[in-house]
């Protein structure tokens, strides 16, 4: 019911900055959380940056004070600016929803984007 779109990935230096985004489309009455979730080279899924519809936001230690979720509601976009990058950092990252398909009977769903490639170099 929804399909996600992540663009802004690719390769900076340790220190460097990028801003990833996500577009959220299709048939669903509402979100209710969006994230990003990276996964790293042999590695498992982690949770990196989520915002519930309300803004609640919810970091990963390891990227707290570093990296910045945000929403455009009217646009369905969330994006995820990543500061003080550092080679641990590099992994694909996958934008996450929750979305509300329909109220009556209350019924949500979860997809995820296709991932972009983050690449940290020393």
């Known amino acids: 019911q929804v399909q996600l779109v992540e663009s802004g990935g690719g390769l900076v230096q340790a220190g460097g900055s990028l801003r990833l985004s996500c577009a959220a489309s299709?048939?669903?009455?509402?979100?209710?959380?969006m994230g990003w979730y990276r996964q790293g080279p042999g590695k498992q899924r982690d949770m990196v940056a989520r915002m519930t519809t309300g803004g609640s936001t919810n970091y990963a230690d390891s990227v707290e004070g570093r990296f910045t979720i945000s929403r455009d509601n009217a646009k369905n976009t969330e994006y995820l600016q990543m500061n003080s990058l550092k080679p641990e950092d590099t992994a694909v990252y996958y934008c996450?929803?929750?979305?509300?398909?329909?109220?009556?009977?209350?019924?949500?769903?979860?997809?995820w984007g296709q991932g972009t490639q983050v690449t940290v170099s020393s």
């Open positions: 299709g048939t669903f009455f509402s979100i209710n959380t």
């Open positions: 996450g929803a929750q979305v509300v398909v329909t109220t009556k009977p209350l019924r949500v769903s979860a997809d």
